[in-house]
């Protein structure tokens, strides 16, 4: 017969993530709620109201396995970034060294803060690079084996979501108007299950579509909250599932 552990270990990591996650939340968005998340780009147009029109507190967070998976993604995100940043230290050394003169340009740039005070938005880009004059666009996603082989496997989803190709875009606008030019973006995938990465290209036509989503997100809050419309509340049926605004959207609750 099994003895209960003495240490409540999983309590504990709860109790800690959870310190980490409100830490995140103070230092990213308090004081700046007016503007829309650009991570929720494509997203539910009435999930996009409820957390930056109303500003609502979520009835539906994540259970524990849910945010220690978020978590280790988190992990990952940051372990890349600290990867790119111990890089860019070791070129600029090297190269001092090598010909006695101080290098100005900067490798990598992570986790920079981005707004597009047109559109409203306000995010933060993974990673841009900066080589030989030309800029190019990064962002990192952890993925589990199911979704990795609906994207990538012999079984591909015919009608995948292109969340993750939006978001990139709207990070796109903001690089491209800081920098005058961007040459190429990209997501860079991680397989959680067995440390798998690929790279793969996004078209630069979802600079367009994401400065379309932004705009049309805007013009319909000026009307009131969003009704209920297939491919734009939900943007896609899955994520209500995943809402973290579910009891709240709810029709009985909101009547």
Same mark, same amino acid.
């Given at each position: 017969?099994?003895?209960? $552990?003495?240490?409540? %270990?999983?309590?504990?990591?709860?109790?800690? %993530?959870?310190?980490? #996650?409100?830490? #995140?939340?103070?230092?990213?968005?308090?004081? /700046?709620?007016?503007?829309?998340?650009?991570?929720?780009?494509?997203?539910?147009?009435?999930?996009?109201?409820?957390?930056?029109?109303?500003?609502?507190?979520?009835?539906?967070?994540?259970?524990?396995?849910?945010?220690?998976?978020?978590?280790?993604?988190?992990?990952?995100?940051?372990?890349?970034?600290?990867?790119?940043?111990?890089?860019?230290?070791?070129?600029?050394?090297?190269?001092?060294?090598?010909?006695?003169? /101080?290098?100005?340009?900067?490798?990598?740039?992570?986790?920079?803060?981005? %707004?597009?005070?047109?559109?409203?938005?306000?995010?933060?880009?993974?990673?841009?690079?900066?080589?030989?004059?030309?800029?190019?666009?990064?962002?990192?996603?952890?993925?589990?084996?199911?979704?990795?082989?609906?994207? +990538?496997?012999?079984?591909?989803?015919?009608?995948? $979501?292109?969340?993750?190709?939006?978001?990139?875009?709207?990070?796109?606008?903001?690089?491209?108007?800081? +920098?005058?030019?961007?040459?190429?973006?990209?997501?860079?995938?991680? /397989?959680?299950?067995? $440390?798998?990465?690929?790279?793969?290209?996004?078209?630069?036509?979802?600079?367009?579509?994401?400065? $379309?989503?932004?705009?049309?997100?805007?013009?319909?809050?000026?009307?009131?909250?969003?009704? +209920?419309?297939?491919?734009?509340?939900?943007?896609?049926?899955?994520?209500?599932?995943?809402?973290? +605004?579910?009891?709240?959207?709810?029709?009985? #609750?909101?009547?």
């Amino acid at each position: 017969m099994s003895q209960a $552990s003495p240490v409540d %270990i999983e309590g504990i990591y709860k109790d800690y %993530i959870s310190k980490k #996650n409100e830490k #995140n939340r103070a230092e990213r968005y308090v004081g /700046k709620e007016e503007y829309y998340h650009a991570s929720s780009t494509g997203s539910c147009s009435r999930k996009i109201w409820f957390e930056s029109i109303q500003k609502a507190t979520p009835t539906d967070e994540p259970d524990n396995r849910a945010q220690r998976l978020l978590r280790l993604g988190t992990i990952v995100h940051d372990d890349i970034q600290n990867a790119l940043l111990q890089y860019n230290v070791t070129i600029h050394s090297n190269k001092e060294k090598e010909n006695n003169i /101080k290098e100005k340009e900067t490798k990598f740039l992570v986790e920079k803060e981005i %707004i597009l005070p047109t559109l409203n938005v306000r995010g933060f880009y993974d990673l841009v690079t900066l080589a030989s004059e030309k800029v190019y666009l990064f962002d990192f996603k952890t993925m589990a084996s199911y979704t990795w082989s609906r994207k +990538f496997g012999h079984n591909k989803d015919p009608n995948p $979501s292109r969340l993750h190709e939006m978001q990139l875009g709207t990070y796109g606008l903001a690089v491209k108007e800081e +920098f005058g030019r961007l040459d190429g973006m990209y997501l860079c995938y991680y /397989k959680k299950d067995d $440390s798998r990465l690929k790279t793969v290209p996004v078209a630069m036509t979802y600079l367009g579509y994401a400065e $379309s989503y932004w705009r049309d997100i805007n013009k319909e809050h000026k009307l009131g909250i969003p009704m +209920f419309k297939e491919g734009i509340s939900p943007a896609y049926p899955w994520m209500c599932n995943y809402c973290q +605004f579910k009891t709240l959207c709810s029709p009985v #609750n909101l009547k």
